[in-house]
């Protein structure tokens, strides 16, 4: 076929080939660099803020625990001690404090989690973040319960009120226990979701490197064949 061509022809298409073959290898480097920036971008704006705003509500929700332990010790000594009444109003109002400060960072992430509902590039993306807005649901009304029980023990304490006080206590940490549970389990869901959202990044960045190295091979290689034969004839 190549014989009943002009040789200028041959050179034509020669050249047409390795454009061809150009544009393709750049146009898939390309793709490739643009599928690899949306993951890494999705790990940096989505995933790790929300791995860090939930761990900031771990630390605070565990202080927290700190806090209303510290009270309880207090409240067990201030009977009649005006300055050990005074530590433990303070440590109640740090308590409350810190309740506010930890509802606002939990609606903080239910925002963050619907941002990324309404934006995800997946559908892997979205059904994780869905689940973590399910959860965060969950941690907004435990936490919501574990505050309205231990201010009505605080009440109750600063009122002499002490019946069944061993009882309410017990309640308060079972609801606490479970309001640390799920916070972890939460926290290492993100985390695994994040390692595998970077190896699976990791993995794209390599068949990239091999598809291009391919390409290229191939180009040079047509290219190489092809020249030799408009030479030859």
Not at 76 to 100: C, D, P, V, W, Y
Not at 103 to 131: G, N, P, Q, W, Y
Request: glycine content about 4%; aromatic content about 6%.
């Amino acid at each position: 076929m190549l014989e009943k061509l002009r040789i200028s022809s041959k050179i034509y298409l020669l050249i047409s080939i390795l454009i061809f073959s150009m544009i393709l290898t750049v146009g898939t480097g390309i793709y490739q660099m643009i599928k690899i920036g949306a993951e890494i971008t999705s790990i940096a704006e989505k995933d790790m803020p929300t791995t860090n705003a939930l761990t900031q509500v771990t630390i605070h929700q565990l202080e927290q625990a700190i806090l209303f332990e510290r009270s309880i010790g207090l409240a067990a000594r201030s009977k009649g001690n005006k300055s050990m009444q005074a530590q433990l109003s303070s440590t109640k109002e740090s308590f409350i404090s810190l309740g506010h400060k930890v509802e606002k960072e939990l609606k903080d992430i239910e925002l963050m989690a619907k941002a990324t509902i309404a934006r995800a590039t997946s559908d892997v993306e979205a059904a994780e973040f869905k689940k973590i807005l399910a959860e965060i649901f969950n941690i907004e009304k435990a936490h919501l319960l574990y505050e309205k029980e231990a201010e009505e023990l605080f009440n109750q304490i600063t009122n002499g009120d002490l019946k069944e006080l061993e009882s309410k206590l017990h309640d308060i940490e079972v609801i606490e226990t479970a309001l640390d549970h799920d916070l972890e389990e939460l926290l290492l869901e993100i985390e695994r979701y994040t390692e595998d959202a970077l190896l699976q990044a990791e993995q794209h960045e390599q068949t990239a490197v091999y598809l291009l190295i391919g390409l290229f091979a191939c180009s040079v290689t047509v290219s190489v064949a092809l020249s030799w034969l408009i030479v030859r004839q």
